[in-house]
């Protein structure tokens, strides 16, 4: 028998968090995912649900309202949550722009969102992708002018995670735009604000309990306080710095959801029957099931050193970027190949594994498309 693997950084204290996140996982995310599914989006309910039991700022001081934890504690909240097989409860995001706001925000604008964030009161969105570019960000094109106070912003922007459920986004829009990357800035809009304005939720192959959706800003006038860390043209350099822990996220999440697939494999193997024996007992389904744990262990290893990293405050955007590109392909062929043992079962939504299998394939193409993961890293090499 296999030991049941704990990876050097999962203290008592996070064993029994983790088992707490699980429980939430199971007992709620797991019956709600269908049916989030069906209405394209979580409930205000679920965020308020996260916010109390303290997973949606894991790692931001309490002073914040975060839950004072490390990134451990960020990190097994991804894991569980690519387990669960949950798409609803885009809580990566709210933890994105949490960090954003921590890390780069002035004081003033720490106190205004974070508690909310942490509560769950508070949706958070980050509007990069526009219709025209979306690996190129230094080609956005929506405009934030400075008048007076204030900014005004004109652009259009796409394929915005809680796009519909939102009350704050943060915007990347050019300030300057004859100064290239050093034209574009991170203001945080207020949903609320006249002139924002939410376009439709988005048909998706996967991932259809998020609120993906279009985002409009028609002459969306906000203070000019709302420039985040309160300073011109440094928004490229802040998604150059904040992106690393997002891709992070993204690779724990893919360790988790493999596994997950793995774990419903292994069971449906041993009960499903053909020609008078259980799959498990075919030596291509032991091969197969051989192949994918051993996937998983790799993908479990590497995604660990990655947190270590983070938790040391050592990890550096290459790293971030190999394992983004390398752990979110090993699961789409992971959960690929236990799809296949469960027959046609595996292609209906109603199992577990289907749903993964289509959520899957959109981690190869946001938080920066693999193969710009790859000429992230080649480019050091
Ligand atoms: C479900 C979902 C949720 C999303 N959530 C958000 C969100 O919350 N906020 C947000 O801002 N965006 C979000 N996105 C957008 C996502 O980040 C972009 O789709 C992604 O960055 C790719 O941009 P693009 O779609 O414009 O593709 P393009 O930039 O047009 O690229 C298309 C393809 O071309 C290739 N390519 C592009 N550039 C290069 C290169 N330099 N070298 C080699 N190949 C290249 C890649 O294969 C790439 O996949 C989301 C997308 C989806 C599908």
Same mark, same amino acid.
């Given at each position: ?6 990876? *050097? ?62 990134? *451990? ?65 230094? *080609? ?242």
């Amino acid at each position: 028998m296999l030991k049941p693997y704990k990876p *050097a950084w999962m203290t008592e204290d996070l064993v029994q968090f983790n088992d707490s996140v699980r429980r939430f996982s199971k007992e709620y995310l797991e019956p709600n995912d269908i049916k989030w599914r069906q209405e394209k989006m979580a409930s205000r309910d679920a965020w308020r649900k996260a916010g109390e039991l303290g997973i949606i700022l894991p790692d931001v001081p309490d002073t914040y309202g975060g839950s004072g934890g490390t990134p *451990a504690h960020a990190a097994v909240v991804f894991w569980e949550l690519g387990y669960s097989g949950n798409s609803g409860l885009a809580l990566g995001l709210n933890h994105i722009v949490g960090h954003y706001i921590l890390n780069c925000g002035t004081e003033e604008q720490k106190q205004r969102w974070l508690p909310g964030i942490a509560s769950g009161e508070i949706v958070a969105a980050i509007a990069m992708t526009e219709p025209g570019t979306g690996s190129d960000l230094q *080609a956005v094109r929506t405009r934030a002018e400075r008048r007076g106070d204030s900014y005004v912003i004109n652009g259009a922007k796409t394929f915005i995670t809680n796009g519909q459920l939102c009350d704050v986004v943060i915007v990347v829009a050019k300030t300057d735009p004859a100064l290239g990357a050093k034209g574009i800035s991170l203001i945080i809009v207020d949903t609320n604000t006249p002139g924002f304005q939410r376009g439709k939720v988005l048909e998706k192959l996967g991932m259809e309990g998020q609120d993906t959706s279009e985002m409009f800003f028609d002459d969306c006038t906000v203070p000019a306080d709302c420039l985040l860390g309160g300073h011109e043209g440094r928004g490229f350099y802040q998604l150059m710095e904040q992106l690393p822990f997002e891709r992070a996220q993204l690779a724990i999440q893919a360790s988790g959801a493999m596994t997950r697939a793995l774990d419903l494999t292994v069971d449906y193997v041993k009960e499903r029957h053909a020609f008078g024996k259980p799959l498990i007992d075919f030596q291509n389904t032991r091969f197969v099931l051989a192949d994918v744990k051993a996937t998983v262990t790799a993908t479990r290893a590497f995604t660990d050193m990655v947190v270590q990293q983070w938790i040391d405050g050592t990890l550096d955007p290459v790293t971030a970027s190999m394992a983004k590109f390398w752990c979110t392909e090993r699961q789409c062929e992971v959960i690929d190949r236990c799809l296949q043992l469960f027959g046609g079962y595996g292609y209906m939504k109603e199992y577990p594994i289907a749903r993964l299998y289509a959520d899957a394939r959109v981690q190869r193409i946001y938080g920066g498309a693999n193969e710009i993961q790859r000429e992230l890293v080649g480019r050091q090499l």
